[in-house]
């Protein structure tokens, strides 16, 4: 892995996934930046880590990743304060459950705006100074929901496939210039997740992966340069089975398991 000089700037900090990242990536000895909309939380966290970690410094940044312009401004506060930022974790991420077109079409535009349009430009903003020092790594969390379509769940799972495909296809670019992207495919995994997206017959297996298994195997395969990776034995088997069965196959499975959990009736599931 890229070794802790500089900053690595964590997005979606105050909960889940990267609030994990925080904690793990302070113990390696990471200075951090830390990015989400609850100051409070963040502020909670930053404290935590500075007094848990001689030696490093934890700034936190409440910012709303889908107003317009919000990474850009991101970018230039940290490049003001001089933050250089080694390693950047895209981590931010919300789901919307219930059928497409009874969602509200500002939190589809929304979920858009912060799965896709922040990570982008976060990506391409820290890249290029990355490229320059040729050092630096890139982690984004997309899902094992971008291997197969969701019917009920539709636009979020287009949303990691897309994060997916540019994550593969940025690793070839980004190697030869010295960067190392990688993308983290969880699956179900205890978070505050289901509770901002709407419960679905899938948040209830029995055994999901905590946010610190999810994180000890993201930064052990980052640590051996893999492209892609995903989080958990039967999440690996799931993935298997959704590369190898017909897409209809799945796609129709998936849509009677939501129609039986009421997923699909309007204002159920939202
Ligand atoms: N949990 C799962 O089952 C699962 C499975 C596969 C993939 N994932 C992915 O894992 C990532 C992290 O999710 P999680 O499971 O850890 O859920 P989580 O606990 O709900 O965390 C989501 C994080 O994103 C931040 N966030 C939400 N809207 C934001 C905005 N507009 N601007 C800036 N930050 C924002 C939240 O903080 P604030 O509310 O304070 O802004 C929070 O820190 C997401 O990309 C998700 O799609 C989750």
């Not at 909960?15 to 994990?20: D, L, P, Q, T, V």
């Not at 219930?98 to 391409?124: K, P, T, Y």
């Not at 679905?200 to 195997?217: D, G, K, L, Y």
Request: charged share 20%; glycine share 8%.
């Amino acid at each position: 892995m890229v070794s802790p000089q500089g900053y690595a700037l964590i997005t979606g900090a105050s909960s889940g996934i990267g609030e994990e990242f925080a904690r793990q990536l302070a113990a390696r000895g990471w200075s951090l930046v830390l990015v989400a909309r609850s100051q409070d939380r963040l502020e909670q966290v930053r404290g935590e880590l500075m007094s848990a970690h001689m030696g490093i410094d934890v700034v936190a940044i409440p910012l709303d990743l889908t107003v317009s312009g919000a990474p850009a401004e991101l970018f230039q506060r940290t490049q003001a304060a001089h933050l250089d930022v080694d390693l950047l974790v895209n981590n931010a991420g919300v789901g919307a459950l219930g059928e497409f077109a009874s969602l509200d079409l500002n939190r589809v535009r929304q979920m858009i705006d912060l799965n896709i349009v922040a990570l982008v430009e976060l990506a391409h903003l820290y890249l290029q100074p990355m490229m320059r020092r040729r050092r630096g790594g890139i982690i984004h969390i997309a899902s094992v929901a971008g291997f197969a379509p969701l019917p009920y769940s539709a636009v979020y799972a287009a949303t990691k496939a897309f994060v997916k495909s540019f994550s593969d296809a940025l690793f070839e670019e980004a190697c030869q210039r010295g960067v190392h992207v990688m993308a983290v495919n969880p699956g179900t995994t205890e978070t505050n997740f289901f509770r901002v997206a709407g419960e679905s017959p899938f948040s209830h297996r029995a055994r999901m992966q905590t946010s610190a298994e999810v994180v000890r195997e993201s930064l052990r395969a980052f640590d051996r340069k893999k492209s892609s990776i995903v989080t958990g034995t039967s999440n690996r088997l799931l993935v298997v089975a959704l590369t190898l069965l017909p897409r209809r196959w799945i796609t129709s499975a998936v849509a009677r398991a939501m129609r039986r959990a009421n997923i699909g009736v309007p204002g159920k599931g939202q």
